[in-house]
């Protein structure tokens, strides 16, 4: 025994830490609502999943073998009302999870629910996830027997829907990207070709100027006006082909991307399949 559990305080004592970033000492489970019944050590290390110990929990428990198991939830001493739990109190069924892993230009994980009632109605995901939020009485039973098909079909339909959420959000965030590109490859241009405009605009003044010039004085500083003016008229053009450019660039960038998405690749975990009752 590595460590003393007290579930009504929602702590534990390790006394042997399978890991050297976790000491031993007390542990206290960051709860939402601390009852005031409970005794709360103030001292003692906090416990979240990504602690270190947690973490090193998590993945024991990941690499655990899952066979067939019956589980007994037990809802009547639940401390607080879930009315979607509450619907399937005295009723039995079946329930499958798994991990859902698409990779593309980001990953993303996500655990998938399917359950039925043994009346074959279905169970939704937020009733499966509420359910593993009640205790269970007793330990897991092994069993032999085997699902309905039912509920694989079942889980194969929530696993298609899965991915079609994530080919539409990413089909949103790309349209989004793409549009955010447009409006900022139409701003820079429009800001250089508005500059470029303006000094055309100071030139073509400066040359009727020029015509009208009554001494060679006036004449030589306008010319030497109109120089300038021609300078920064060739530097705002070289600016609007080196702004095309980069919006090329930025364009090219968004297509690598786009491609990135098209290119995903999809992996399905079987975590677990149980028998459950609610009592």
Not at 101 to 109: F, G, H, R
Not at 193 to 208: F, H, N, Y
Not at 223 to 236: I, K, T, V
């Amino acid at each position: 025994v590595k460590a003393n559990f007290d579930g009504k305080n929602y702590s534990f004592a390790l006394t042997q830490s399978p890991i050297s970033q976790a000491p031993v000492g007390s542990y206290q489970l960051v709860h939402g609502k601390q009852n005031q019944q409970r005794q709360q050590d103030f001292m003692a290390h906090a416990y979240r999943l990504n602690h270190p110990l947690g973490e090193w929990s998590l993945e024991q428990a990941k690499s655990c073998q899952t066979p067939n198991a019956e589980l007994v939830f037990d809802y009547t001493n639940h401390e607080t009302k879930l009315s979607v739990v509450s619907n399937i109190v005295g009723q039995s069924g079946w329930l499958m999870l798994s991990k859902l892993t698409v990779s593309a230009l980001d990953t993303v994980e996500s655990l998938v629910f399917s359950g039925i009632t043994d009346n074959k109605v279905p169970l939704d995901q937020e009733t499966c996830e509420k359910l593993f939020s009640v205790n269970a009485k007793g330990k897991p039973t092994v069993i032999s027997a085997q699902p309905p098909q039912i509920l694989a079909e079942n889980q194969q339909r929530r696993i298609d829907a899965n991915l079609a959420q994530f080919i539409e959000d990413n089909q949103r965030l790309f349209n989004a990207e793409r549009e955010k590109l447009e409006r900022w490859a139409d701003d820079k241009l429009l800001a250089s070709e508005e500059a470029l405009k303006e000094t055309k605009s100071k030139i073509s003044q400066i040359k009727r100027e020029a015509r009208k010039a009554p001494t060679l004085e006036e004449q030589s500083q306008l010319q030497q006006q109109l120089r300038d003016l021609e300078r920064q008229q060739r530097r705002q053009r070289q600016k609007i082909f080196d702004v095309e450019d980069e919006i090329i660039e930025k364009r090219d960038e968004l297509i690598d991307a786009l491609q990135e998405r098209l290119t995903q690749t999809t992996n399905i975990e079987h975590l677990f399949t149980i028998r459950w009752r609610v009592v």
